[in-house]
C-alpha cells in the first residue's frame, strides 16, 4: 500500500505530517518535492528587504519529516486512471495520493507580461525583484507591482519600506483591476490596507486593466505606466501536471476514489457550498480533514473492505475564516471577526501566524529567527 503527497507546501507538508502519526506501519508514505526545504510562502515578501529572512523561512524537508520517504523531483504529469505518477526522474505508481502542488502565477496571455513581470512563488523570484528594486532606487526610478490580491499589497509595501531604508525616492504604483484593493477580502479589511498602502506612500491605481508590457512600461487599456522594476502577483493558476486547471472539488478534497486534491491547487468547495479562498490558512485545515480521510480508506482496504463494502463515510471540510492578515512594510493589517487591528497589535498577531506554523512542523528555532525579524525593525 503506497501512499503519495504531491507538494510539501502548506498543503502537502501539513497532509504528510499527519499521515506519518496515523497510517499503519505496512502503509508506505512518499513525499514528492521538486526543493528539498519547505517554504513558508506568506513570508516569502519579506526576503525583498531582508535577505536574511530566507534561512528563518525554509525548513529541510529532512528534518520535518521522520517516517516519509522524501522523493525530489518534478511532477510532470498525473495519470489518474492508471494511478501513475511520471517525474522528471522516472514514475511512481500509487494506492492514494494527494496533489498538494499549489498554484502558480497566472499571466493570462497577457503580452510581454510574462517576459517582464517578475512573479513572486520561490527565493529565487525574491532575489530578482531585490536586485530590481535596487537598481531602480540608484535612479529613483519607478516599481509598479501588477495585481493587489493580499502577495501584491504586502510586495508594494515591502518595496516602499526598502527605497525609505535606502533614502531613495522610488515611485511605487500598485495596479488593481477590480475598484479595490484585495478585493476577495471584507470591506474594513480592504480600507485599512488601502490607508496603510497610501501611508507608506504606494500610488494605488483601482480599475486599472493590463493589457500587456514592453521593457520599460506597463500597458493598460487607456495607457502605459513606466517602469525600471516590475513584479507581477495578478493571478493564480493551477500546476503544470495537470494542465494548468485548477479543478473544483468538494468537501472530501476528492478529486476520485483514489485521489484528492488538497490547497491551491484546486478550487475547493467547502461542506457548506461556500467556496474557500485560495490561503495558507485554508489549505492547512483541508490537509487536516484530508489525512483522516485517507487514513481511514488506506485502513478499509488493508482490512479487505475493498472487497465485498461500500468504502467508508469520509469526513467534509469546512472552512471558518479565522481572520485576515497582511503586512505593509513595517505596518500590518488583521482582522479578528469584525475588528480590525494595525500597527504594532497587527504586527505582532503576524509573527505570531508564521511563527506558529513553523513551530507546527517542529521549526522551533526558525521561529523565533523569525518573530525576531518581524518585530524588530519598527
Same mark, same amino acid.
Not at 2 to 8: F, K, M, Q
Not at 163 to 171: F, N, P, S, T, V
Given at each position: 500500500?503506497?501512499?503519495?503527497?504531491?507538494?510539501?507546501?502548506?498543503?502537502?507538508?501539513?497532509?504528510?505530517?499527519? &499521515?506519518?502519526?496515523?497510517?499503519?506501519?505496512?502503509?508506505?508514505?512518499?513525499?514528492?518535492?521538486? #526543493?528539498?526545504?519547505?517554504?513558508?510562502?506568506?513570508?516569502?515578501?519579506?526576503?525583498?528587504?531582508?535577505?536574511?529572512? @530566507?534561512?528563518? *523561512?525554509?525548513?529541510?524537508?529532512?528534518? /520535518?519529516?521522520?517516517?516519509?520517504? *522524501?522523493?525530489?523531483?518534478?511532477?510532470?504529469? &498525473?495519470?489518474?486512471?492508471?494511478?501513475?505518477?511520471?517525474?522528471?526522474?522516472?514514475?511512481?505508481?500509487?494506492?492514494?495520493?494527494?496533489?498538494?502542488?499549489?498554484?502558480?502565477?497566472?499571466?493570462?496571455?497577457?503580452?510581454?507580461?510574462?517576459?517582464?513581470?517578475?512573479? &513572486?512563488?520561490?527565493?529565487?523570484?525574491?532575489?530578482?525583484?531585490?536586485?530590481?528594486?535596487?537598481?531602480?532606487? @540608484?535612479?529613483?526610478?519607478?516599481?509598479?507591482?501588477?495585481?493587489?490580491?493580499?502577495?501584491?499589497?504586502?510586495?508594494?509595501? @515591502?518595496?516602499?519600506?526598502?527605497?525609505?531604508?535606502?533614502? /531613495?525616492?522610488?515611485?511605487?504604483?500598485?495596479? $488593481?483591476?477590480?475598484?479595490?484593493?484585495?478585493?476577495?477580502?471584507?470591506?474594513?479589511?480592504? #480600507?485599512?490596507?488601502?490607508?496603510?498602502?497610501?501611508?507608506?506612500?504606494? /500610488? *494605488?491605481?483601482?480599475?486599472?486593466?493590463?493589457?500587456?508590457?514592453?521593457?520599460?512600461?506597463?500597458?493598460?487599456?487607456?495607457?502605459?505606466?513606466?517602469?525600471?522594476?516590475?513584479?507581477?502577483?495578478?493571478? *493564480?493558476?493551477?500546476?503544470?501536471?495537470?494542465?494548468?486547471?485548477?479543478?473544483?472539488?468538494?468537501?472530501?478534497?476528492?478529486?476520485?476514489?483514489?485521489?484528492?486534491?488538497?490547497?491551491?491547487?484546486?478550487?475547493?468547495?467547502?461542506?457548506?457550498?461556500?467556496?474557500?479562498?485560495?490561503?495558507?490558512?485554508?489549505?492547512?485545515?483541508?490537509?487536516?480533514?484530508?489525512?483522516?480521510?485517507?487514513?481511514?480508506?488506506?485502513?478499509? $482496504?488493508?482490512?479487505?473492505?475493498?472487497?465485498?463494502?461500500?468504502?467508508?463515510?469520509?469526513?467534509?471540510?469546512?472552512?471558518?475564516?479565522?481572520?485576515?492578515?497582511?503586512?505593509?512594510?513595517?505596518? /500590518?493589517?488583521?482582522?479578528?471577526?469584525?475588528?480590525?487591528?494595525?500597527?504594532?497589535?497587527?504586527?505582532?498577531?503576524?509573527?505570531?501566524?508564521?511563527?506558529?506554523?513553523?513551530?507546527?512542523?517542529?521549526?522551533?528555532?526558525?521561529?523565533?529567527? &523569525?518573530?525576531? $525579524?518581524?518585530?524588530?525593525?519598527?
Amino acid at each position: 500500500m503506497r501512499v503519495v503527497v504531491l507538494g510539501a507546501g502548506y498543503a502537502g507538508l501539513t497532509l504528510a505530517r499527519r &499521515l506519518e502519526s496515523r497510517l499503519p506501519a505496512t502503509a508506505d508514505l512518499v513525499v514528492v518535492d521538486e #526543493s528539498d526545504d519547505h517554504l513558508v510562502q506568506h513570508e516569502l515578501h519579506r526576503v525583498i528587504r531582508r535577505p536574511a529572512v @530566507e534561512d528563518a *523561512i525554509t525548513v529541510p524537508l529532512r528534518d /520535518a519529516l521522520d517516517r516519509a520517504t *522524501i522523493r525530489t523531483a518534478r511532477v510532470e504529469d &498525473l495519470d489518474r486512471e492508471a494511478r501513475r505518477i511520471h517525474l522528471s526522474d522516472g514514475t511512481l505508481d500509487y494506492d492514494y495520493a494527494a496533489l498538494c502542488l499549489g498554484a502558480e502565477t497566472a499571466f493570462y496571455d497577457l503580452p510581454g507580461v510574462d517576459e517582464h513581470g517578475i512573479p &513572486l512563488k520561490r527565493l529565487g523570484h525574491a532575489h530578482r525583484v531585490r536586485d530590481a528594486v535596487l537598481d531602480a532606487c @540608484e535612479v529613483d526610478g519607478r516599481a509598479v507591482v501588477g495585481g493587489a490580491g493580499l502577495s501584491g499589497v504586502q510586495v508594494a509595501g @515591502e518595496i516602499a519600506a526598502l527605497a525609505a531604508e535606502r533614502g /531613495a525616492d522610488l515611485d511605487v504604483t500598485l495596479l $488593481e483591476r477590480l475598484d479595490t484593493v484585495a478585493p476577495a477580502f471584507p470591506e474594513a479589511f480592504q #480600507s485599512a490596507v488601502r490607508d496603510a498602502l497610501e501611508s507608506a506612500g504606494v /500610488a *494605488i491605481h483601482t480599475n486599472a486593466r493590463v493589457t500587456g508590457a514592453t521593457a520599460d512600461a506597463v500597458e493598460l487599456d487607456d495607457g502605459t505606466v513606466p517602469y525600471d522594476a516590475f513584479v507581477w502577483t495578478g493571478g *493564480i493558476r493551477g500546476p503544470d501536471a495537470i494542465g494548468s486547471d485548477r479543478p473544483i472539488v468538494r468537501g472530501d478534497c476528492k478529486l476520485d476514489d483514489h485521489t484528492f486534491a488538497v490547497g491551491d491547487a484546486a478550487r475547493v468547495v467547502d461542506a457548506d457550498g461556500e467556496a474557500v479562498p485560495a490561503s495558507a490558512a485554508a489549505a492547512i485545515r483541508e490537509a487536516r480533514t484530508v489525512a483522516i480521510n485517507v487514513d481511514r480508506l488506506v485502513r478499509w $482496504e488493508l482490512e479487505g473492505g475493498a472487497a465485498d463494502e461500500f468504502p467508508p463515510k469520509l469526513d467534509l471540510f469546512r472552512f471558518d475564516a479565522p481572520g485576515w492578515i497582511a503586512s505593509v512594510g513595517d505596518d /500590518a493589517v488583521a482582522t479578528v471577526g469584525p475588528k480590525v487591528f494595525t500597527g504594532a497589535t497587527a504586527r505582532t498577531m503576524k509573527a505570531t501566524v508564521g511563527a506558529g506554523h513553523l513551530s507546527s512542523i517542529g521549526a522551533i528555532s526558525r521561529a523565533v529567527n &523569525l518573530v525576531q $525579524e518581524e518585530l524588530g525593525p519598527s
